[in-house]
């Protein structure tokens, strides 16, 4: 049984979110990581060398995206979105972010 790379990319997501003690699961690249909670916990799990503490506190989504963003070139990972991608859900686009950092990591 061969999954597609969509729910393969979803089950690393999570696991590496669990590992971090993220409670929430992942379930798609679009309402589930609009607010870019689950992409702050994920890099601060994968790189925490390159983490901005105020990633995790700040309230705005698209200032969070911003941050997210931040971290990910920071990590070395090319931008494929924009803050304003992740915050209004594109699923391509997040799925290639995602699939991204996959490989980079």
């Excluded at 969509?6 to 696991?15: A, C, P, T, V, Y």
């Excluded at 990910?72 to 991204?100: E, Q, W």
Aim: charged share 25%; glycine share 4%; net charge positive.
């Amino acid at each position: 049984m061969s999954l597609p790379p969509e729910k393969i990319l979803l089950r690393w997501m999570n696991f590496q979110l669990k590992k971090g003690g993220y409670m929430k699961t992942v379930t798609n690249f679009s309402s589930d990581v609009k607010n870019a909670e689950a992409y702050a916990h994920l890099l601060n799990v994968l790189a925490p060398e390159h983490s901005n503490p105020s990633t995790l506190t700040v309230k705005d989504p698209l200032e969070r995206a911003k941050l997210v963003l931040e971290h990910a070139d920071r990590m070395g990972c090319k931008r494929y979105l924009t803050a304003k991608d992740i915050v209004d859900g594109s699923p391509n686009l997040n799925l290639a972010f995602v699939a991204h950092i996959f490989q980079h990591r």
